[in-house]
């Protein structure tokens, strides 16, 4: 999961995960030490919901500190990029215990 995590995080596609394990295990990852290529969930479909479990976990956190803090911001832009593709973007800031948080 932690692979899952560090490729969507580094924009990374998900092809590289299995390279990825292949060189965590070579460098003696012991969470990985008796594990063999049948045994990782690399088909595309598992990964997919493995980023799904992990941003639900992620908005879930979002969503507690928008709730628990008394001030909030939200700011969205609608851009077009180079393929002509709409894309919009949102920004929510939070204060939590006097300490701003910015999500996008």
């Known amino acids: 999961m932690k692979c899952v995590y ?19 295990k070579e460098n003696e990852c012991p969470d990985l030490k008796n594990v063999s ?12 919901d493995m980023e799904e479990a992990i941003a639900q ?6 969503d507690k500190d928008i709730q ?14 180079i393929a002509l593709h709409k894309v919009m973007s949102e920004v929510i800031r939070v204060v939590i215990e006097g300490e701003p948080r910015t999500y996008f």
Do not use: C, R
């Not at 560090?6 to 990825?20: G, I, N």
């Not at 976990?57 to 979002?62: L, M, Y």
């Open 6 to 24: 560090w490729l969507a995080k580094e924009d990374m596609p998900q092809s590289k995960f299995t390279s990825l394990v292949e060189l965590l």
């Open 37 to 48: 290529g049948n045994q990782l969930y690399n088909h595309h479909s598992m990964l997919d």
């Open 57 to 62: 976990v992620i908005d879930s956190d979002i």
């Open 68 to 81: 628990s803090s008394g001030v909030f911001g939200i700011m969205v832009d609608e851009s077009i990029d």
